[in-house]
């Protein structure tokens, strides 16, 4: 008897469960979507995009869910057109029984900034990927100018950049990296007047430890304001050009 009641009592649970959940369900496709909740996880850090941005862009694509019926929104679409957008990195998208529609968007992270020559200003994020300035915020962090195509930039300069990044006694000196038509750098210090003519984005740590040694032996000899060039493109040599 007593397993018994424990079954019945278990059938019925079941039951109003699925009667609930199928109740829920057909009572959530014939309402109205009331609200729209966005929630951008990282902004606190960043604010490269914003819950605005985000609405207008799905009012622009006709994609705004309130005042539709739940039954009639397409989550997965917004979801896929929400990630066309190159400056949100991943996005979740849902609906709640409260008629609601809740968008939760993690933003890319920008490693460096570019100001090319031919492509315009554009950021590369932590995981070689080119995402568009924001208009409504702007970010501290390595510029590089010049003749730079977005090859270049994900690959050679990114390369460089993640070396400065690992060692700080060298991001520390380094202000802004130029490079040429001919794709040789040049870099510009935060201390001192001249420029560093390195040359290819190659040997990294032979160049700087000659221009360290140039530093020590050189520099703080005759002083910092002598030379107009310092040049580390020829192998042990450092060639100097005088102002």
């Not at 994020?125 to 010049?146: C, H, K, Q, W």
């Not at 690992?166 to 380094?174: G, K, L, M, V």
């Not at 560093?196 to 140039?214: A, Q």
Request: charged letters at 25%; aromatic letters at 12%.
């Amino acid at each position: 008897m007593k397993r018994f009641l424990i079954i019945l009592i278990s059938v019925v649970i079941l039951g109003y469960i699925l009667f609930s959940i199928i109740f829920w369900n057909d009572s959530l496709k014939s309402s109205e979507c009331a609200r729209l909740e966005i929630v951008i996880k990282d902004s606190a850090t960043y604010n490269f995009i914003t819950d605005k941005d985000i609405e207008d862009f799905l009012k622009r694509k006709k994609l705004h869910p309130v005042g539709k019926l739940m039954s009639d929104i397409n989550t997965l679409e917004i979801h896929d057109s929400i990630l066309t957008n190159k400056l949100i990195k991943s996005a979740e998208v849902y609906s709640t029984q409260r008629n609601a529609v809740v968008i939760k968007v993690n933003q890319r992270v920008p490693f460096y900034r570019v100001i090319s020559d031919t492509k315009g200003s554009f950021y590369v994020d932590n995981n070689r990927e080119v995402m568009p300035v924001s208009n409504s915020f702007a970010l501290y962090v390595p510029i590089a100018t010049g003749d730079i195509d977005e090859e270049y930039a994900k690959n050679e300069l990114f390369d460089f950049i993640t070396f400065l990044q690992d060692n700080p006694y060298w991001e520390a000196w380094i202000d802004q990296i130029v490079v040429k038509s001919n794709k040789d750098v040049e870099l510009i210090p935060r201390v001192g007047d001249f420029r560093i003519i390195f040359g290819k984005l190659e040997n990294y740590n032979e160049k700087l430890s000659r221009f360290s040694l140039f530093i020590e032996k050189g520099l703080n000899v005759v002083g910092w304001n002598r030379y107009s060039e310092i040049n580390l493109k020829f192998d042990n040599q450092v060639v100097c050009t005088r102002k």
